[in-house]
């Protein structure tokens, strides 16, 4: 194990005691979710970031299980010091609904018939496994993420996030993805899903108590899709023409070539970890993801709010470069603030998961702040002049906070409470807030740097300042703390 490594982890689960109704009209009445986390989540409850897994990814995204031999997937970007650092930021990875590592998916119970669902699981999409980790995260008392990652159907994740739940977080990276899938993404997992079928074994996806698993068509299916992750460039440097274990060509139908024997042993190790009806259902999801509206992503994009940083691979012909500057113009043409970078690799589509030198350069530029509006808090208590100082006290023991900013009927700033003024209300036994609340109230705007008021606030030995727009309404609350949590 290496010393950045967040070290031995464990699985949690987390039960939704609610039905989830689907984009397909069905309900799903018990969902449970498998999740990891690494990293603390601070008080304020600012520093969360959502990964989203690839289509055969899971919870464990980095450290490592015990016992285990291999890290979680993301290891190369996630723990301290690395982009991810969980010295700063708290981590959340869930498994995806429709999977099989833990979140409810076709090989759970299904609570009606008290077997294996099969294919009595509802269709899917990828809107519907965002909805599950929102519960996920709502069930934190998380209003906010600081940012929300994913590749490839990651990707797809995060972008539904940016379109559905917009003031959800600050900043999103959407990486080797795209906005819909193109009919030859779509032709790939259908020539999969039919490999699947056509396994005697899969038996109309019946096969968890004949205990005969559809080994061949599962890593039929994979072998064809691992290829999509590859590049004609990196097959020949890792294997050429190179015969594997053999010094001439054997004239028959043994493996003759490495590649060969590569891909078959992709295969064999997919079906040890993956079941066949996840993988239909999640491939499924993938193939009807479109976040056009009206044929036009500009339309589809509108909503989103949050600063982006879009991430490719030069060498992915799976998800191309050019699906990810559609994303870009898209998310311009609706003023949204977007950065984006072309990773340079051979590697292809798998390249999110092992260019760890340019991803942690990339993600730690992105995700360091550099602006108030990238640590403030929004969604925040304020109270109006006429209150009494109970309310206030009242509110403050309620939301967990020390300073409430006071505000017009139209949200302007006018004042600031602390606790400390409380105290002054019982020392001069005055019950009226406008009495005793700091009207001479120092504030900072969205677009101020943290260095600037970090040394304003130094200079006034201030510990929190109101963040206000330029009509005074109040946008948010940013306090030393965040600040020296989030900057490390
Ligand atoms: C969010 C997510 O995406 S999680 C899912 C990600 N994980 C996967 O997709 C797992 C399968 N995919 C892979 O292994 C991917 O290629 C990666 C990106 C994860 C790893 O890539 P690389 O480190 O370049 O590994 P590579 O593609 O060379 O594969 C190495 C494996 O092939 C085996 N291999 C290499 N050459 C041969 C050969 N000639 N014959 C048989 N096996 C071979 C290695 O022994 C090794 O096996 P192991 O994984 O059981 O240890
Ligand atoms: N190889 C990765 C990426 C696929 O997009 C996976 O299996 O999830």
Known sequence: MNKESVGIVETQYYDINEPITLDSGKT?????????????????????????????????????????????????????????????????????????????????????????????????????????????????????????????????????????????????????????????????????????????????????????????????????????????????????????????????????????????????TFVKRFDANSYLFITKAVDLFDLSVNDSLIDGLKEVECKTEVISVDSDWLYPTEQSTELVTALNVNNVEVSFSEIKSNYGHDAFLLERGQLNHILSKFLSSSTVEDLMMEKIATIKADADVQDAAKLMLDKHVTHIPVVTDENKLIGIVTSWDLSKSIATNSNQLIDIMTTTVKYCHADDTIEEIARQMRKFDISCLPVVDEDMAVLGLITTDQISNLLG
């Not at 989540?41 to 016992?67: S, V």
């Not at 999977?99 to 998916?105: I, L, R």
């Not at 005969?212 to 050429?240: Q, V």
Request: charged residues 20%.
């Open 28 to 268: 799903l009445e018990k969902v449970t979710v498998a999740y990891e986390t690494y990293g603390e989540l601070n008080k304020e409850k600012t520093n969360a970031i959502l990964i989203c897994h690839a289509l055969t990814g899971d919870a464990h995204a980095a450290g490592w299980h015990e016992g285990d031999r291999k890290p979680g997937w993301w290891e190369i970007v996630i723990g301290p010091g690395k982009a991810l650092d969980t010295e700063k930021f708290f981590i959340i990875c869930s498994n995806v609904l429709g999977g099989c590592k833990g979140t409810t998916g076709p090989s759970s119970i299904n609570p009606e018939t008290g077997k294996q669902y099969g294919l009595d699981f509802p269709v899917i999409t990828i809107r519907d496994m965002v909805k599950v980790q929102k519960k996920l995260v709502d069930s934190f008392g998380i209003s906010q993420l600081y940012a929300i990652i994913g590749g490839s159907m990651g990707g797809m994740q995060v972008l539904d996030w940016m379109v559905t739940y917009p003031a959800m977080m600050k900043k999103a990276v959407p990486i080797a993805t795209t906005g819909l899938s193109s009919p030859q993404q779509i032709a790939f997992n259908e020539v999969g899903r039919q490999a699947i079928f056509s396994d005697p074994n899969w038996n109309n996806g019946n096969y968890y108590e004949t205990g005969k698993i559809p080994e061949n068509g599962l890593s039929l299916a994979r072998m064809i899709a691992h290829i999509t992750y590859l590049s004609d460039e990196s097959m020949d440097i890792k294997f050429g023409r190179d015969l594997q274990d053999k010094e001439e060509i054997s004239y028959d139908f043994s493996i003759d070539f490495q590649v060969e024997s590569y891909l078959k042993h992709q295969g064999e």
